[in-house]
């Protein structure tokens, strides 16, 4: 399984990944599911990838070698023109893939599964943010949802719901990105660690952070830390029922 | 969609499921999940069912009228001595109900959906809490595993795997159950009001509490509206991330 979210907010955008592959309870791996193709003052580009493990490589790799327009020009990420141009190269891989193994891995009752969430700004251009779907078909983020989410979803959902809005300040963004991934981590033990952490400030056109977040990382583990104590003590802190204003009434 | 949360603590049960019922998002109806077979002094049976609507009624609806025995008496849940043979009884019931609908179900690639969770006293015996399959298989909560959900699960989890342990006071076992209804309520929308509670205090051999909670219920506002602060604060309270340490390290 895996996880991961993309936030787009007023001040730029962070993305988080986990890096846990499972094929069964006793076939697991680490690979890394964020990739970053960066051309510092001219683009930032950045992919997360859920669902089957070769698919997503293959895209990737189509993404890197290269996909041959109509017009026989290859594009890839790096030569792109815009964010909506890139969101539209990613669903052309994920076709393209398709294509090629989709029939395959419907006789094997498999399906084909893969959702990517695509986020950044090239020179001149707004920054932007994109969910991709298994038939190469896209959303993009707005100011009122501001958030996507791939994988296994709901363990870290509630936290974006409740705290999470465009006008959230970077560090805000990664501490509940961090949180949104523990609860994940907690619940699910095919999402795990390493992390994948990818900071960019709007308009900077190079990242902020761009780093991989391990077992002794001190600030993701203050905040585990941290976090599960306020919600053991808010938990305590919740006034107690009062058991005759409930009691027996149907 | 539905969800259910059913705990067995040391000082007795909480059971909490929601009550509605959606097939497509243009066709939604609220119904009870949660069953109530009370003889005060002598037995309390409390029974939450999840998936296929017409299965988990006719579930009831069997074990209201009650289930031949291979020597020819007609069991219900009114009737068992033992809250295993009532577990068993609930997945006589739902083979029966396999039986009859399940093949016709399967034509229509629809699938035999349905899960419960049983729990209750009978005087003599202990408190035990189930949770029966749709095969009519079962398993039982234990000291380690001291909750069961059914349904929309994963939203609600990471507050039970934190929080909950056996020794959790029946208060607090009220307080989680609606906290953890609360995160399901706010993401998914086809969990909904009104909610059932049901509090049993170990060997007490009647319900303390059997309750509806609407929209209006002060409890549960106070609960909701004081725990999405926490929550918020708790967010605030975290320290920022030291952004040079962070920077670029891959």
Redesign the interface.
Known sequence: MTYCVGMLLSSGMVMVSDSRTNAGMDHISTFRKMHVWEQPGERVVTLMTAGNLSISQTVVNLLKEGIADSDGTTETLLTVPSMFRAAQLVGAAVRQVHSMYGEALEAESRGFNVSLILGGQIAGRGLRLFQIYSAGNFIEATVETPFFQIGET??G???L???LNFDTPL??G???GL?SMD?TL??NTSVGLPLN?VVYERDKLE??????IREDEP?FN??RH???N??????V???????R??????
């Open positions: 709901k363990y959902k509630p936290i719901d409740r705290v560090t805000g990664m501490k509940i949180i609860s907690r619940s952490l990242l902020t952070i761009n780093r991989t600030y203050t905040i941290l976090w599960s306020a919600l053991h003590n808010a938990y802190d919740l006034p107690e029922p009062d058991w204003q409930t009691a027996l009434q149907v």
